[in-house]
């Protein structure tokens, strides 16, 4: 099937859609890796920013009532129909199927106690689904915390079969979006992958670079190379329950299941060298719990283009350290295309969670589909 795919992550920087052509099990093919990227603007990101401030007041679904966080949702959508619209009008053949994964405004998986938990991506289906004439596959993450899953992350399946024939395994694919995962591929079953968001990656990056420079990111890395790390706030922050009782398994992060570092007192350059290694060390922390040592470790998300970040993960890491692009795939829309990829695991009724991959409790369908209007 060709399908697209979309992601917009916790940094809440823009929309990407990708198209993928693929079965949803060992088949993919990027053929012309057709895709596109749409900002959001610095008003429509601090609606969403506000939308988050106001889930987390409210601390449950009831706030998908709330005028800010409709009005969250009303952006999100425009902005996911315009890209979508975009890139289908420029493409030579249809594509049949969109995974929408919506923005994420909140994410509160509890596995103690199922019926209590939620995870809240706003954006309304209906109108991406009448906009593109496509059936539209949405809602992948609440079927798995439902029933005590992490809901997170939900790319690995679609990572082994990027990996399975192209490297040696076992081989480790880091994402470094805003929360940073991993998905360690053993061979090409899904009972033996593992996965877990492990840390931030971009999320305080970015967010004190916006904070301090009114802009989005610290480019090339050159003021996190140009600073030293602050080793008291290093410690402080990694004396978390997370990391005190993190194991290799599944875990899952919204940009605020940790104490963000308190970085005010620092130098711009100190504070970016600082929040790059609280990244660059939760990404060793992680591959150190690993039963197995991991032949190469495969980067993508927007930390593959910090190449500060990239070098400091070469010199910690015991294995090489390439961006994904080694394998002839996008670290830049690895996410988008997943998504693809797990609609049309859904639309044949294939599993998109496993018990390795989110702690749920076996290998569960997941995913709703809305048709357009007359379809």
Same mark, same amino acid.
């Given at each position: 099937?060709?399908?697209?795919?979309?992601?917009?992550?916790?940094?809440?920087?823009?929309?990407?859609?990708?198209?993928?052509?693929?079965?949803?099990?060992?088949?993919?093919?990027?053929?012309?890796?057709?895709? *596109?990227?749409?900002?959001?603007? /610095?008003?429509? @990101?601090?609606?969403?920013?506000?939308?988050?401030?106001?889930?987390?007041?409210?601390?449950?679904?009831?706030?998908?009532?709330?005028?800010?966080?409709?009005?969250?949702?009303?952006?999100?959508?425009?902005?996911?129909?315009?890209?979508?619209?975009? +890139?289908?009008?420029?493409?030579?053949?249809?594509? %049949?199927?969109?995974?929408?994964?919506?923005?994420?405004?909140?994410?509160?998986?509890? =596995? %103690?106690?199922?019926?209590?938990?939620?995870?809240?991506?706003?954006?309304?289906?209906?109108?991406?689904?009448?906009?593109?004439?496509?059936?539209?596959?949405?809602?992948?993450?609440?079927?798995?915390?439902?029933?005590?899953?992490?809901?997170?992350?939900?790319?690995?399946?679609?990572?082994?079969?990027?990996?399975?024939?192209?490297?040696?395994?076992?081989?480790?694919?880091?994402?470094?979006?805003?929360?940073?995962?991993?998905?360690?591929?053993?061979?090409?079953? /899904?009972?033996?992958?593992?996965?877990?968001?492990?840390?931030?990656?971009?999320?305080?990056?970015?967010?004190?670079?916006?904070?301090?420079?009114?802009? /989005?990111?610290? %480019?090339?890395?050159?003021?996190?190379?140009?600073?030293?790390?602050?080793?008291?706030?290093?410690?402080?922050?990694?004396?978390?329950?997370?990391?005190?009782?993190?194991?290799?398994?599944?875990?899952?992060?919204?940009?605020?299941?940790?104490?963000?570092?308190?970085?005010?007192?620092?130098?711009?350059?100190?504070?970016?060298?600082?929040?790059?290694?609280?990244?660059? @060390?939760?990404?060793?922390?992680?591959?150190?719990?690993?039963?197995? %040592?991991? @032949?190469?470790?495969?980067?993508?998300?927007?930390?593959?283009?910090?190449?500060?970040?990239?070098?400091?993960?070469?010199?910690?890491?015991?294995?090489?350290?390439?961006?994904?692009?080694?394998?002839?795939?996008?670290?830049?829309?690895?996410?988008?295309?997943?998504?693809?990829?797990?609609?049309?695991?859904?639309?044949?009724? *294939?599993?998109?969670?496993? =018990?390795?991959?989110?702690?749920?409790?076996?290998?569960?369908?997941?995913?709703? +589909?809305?048709?357009?209007?007359?379809?």
């Amino acid at each position: 099937m060709r399908a697209i795919g979309t992601m917009s992550g916790t940094s809440m920087d823009g929309v990407d859609v990708a198209l993928i052509e693929t079965d949803g099990v060992a088949h993919v093919d990027r053929g012309t890796a057709d895709s *596109l990227s749409l900002p959001y603007s /610095p008003a429509e @990101r601090k609606v969403l920013f506000d939308a988050v401030a106001v889930a987390l007041d409210i601390n449950s679904p009831d706030c998908l009532s709330h005028p800010t966080v409709m009005e969250a949702t009303q952006i999100s959508t425009q902005r996911h129909a315009e890209v979508l619209i975009t +890139l289908l009008d420029g493409l030579d053949s249809p594509a %049949e199927v969109v995974g929408y994964h919506g923005q994420t405004i909140l994410h509160r998986p509890d =596995p %103690e106690s199922p019926p209590q938990a939620f995870t809240l991506q706003v954006g309304d289906p209906q109108v991406l689904a009448d906009a593109t004439g496509l059936p539209v596959v949405y809602d992948f993450r609440s079927a798995d915390v439902g029933v005590g899953g992490q809901g997170a992350p939900l790319a690995p399946l679609y990572h082994q079969a990027l990996l399975t024939g192209r490297t040696e395994l076992p081989a480790l694919i880091l994402n470094l979006g805003g929360i940073a995962n991993i998905t360690v591929v053993r061979d090409d079953g /899904p009972t033996h992958l593992m996965a877990a968001d492990i840390g931030p990656a971009n999320v305080y990056l970015d967010d004190e670079m916006m904070r301090r420079k009114h802009v /989005p990111f610290d %480019e090339g890395g050159r003021l996190a190379a140009a600073g030293s790390p602050d080793e008291a706030v290093i410690d402080t922050f990694f004396d978390q329950p997370f990391y005190l009782s993190a194991s290799a398994g599944p875990a899952s992060l919204d940009r605020y299941g940790l104490v963000a570092p308190d970085v005010a007192h620092l130098s711009n350059e100190d504070a970016m060298a600082t929040l790059a290694e609280l990244t660059v @060390r939760s990404v060793g922390r992680a591959v150190g719990t690993l039963d197995d %040592e991991p @032949r190469s470790v495969f980067v993508a998300g927007g930390g593959a283009r910090n190449p500060h970040l990239m070098a400091r993960l070469v010199e910690i890491l015991p294995c090489p350290v390439e961006p994904l692009e080694a394998l002839g795939a996008s670290a830049a829309m690895l996410e988008a295309e997943a998504f693809a990829y797990l609609a049309v695991r859904h639309i044949k009724k *294939l599993p998109i969670t496993y =018990p390795n991959t989110t702690g749920v409790p076996e290998p569960l369908l997941g995913g709703r +589909l809305v048709r357009p209007k007359g379809y």
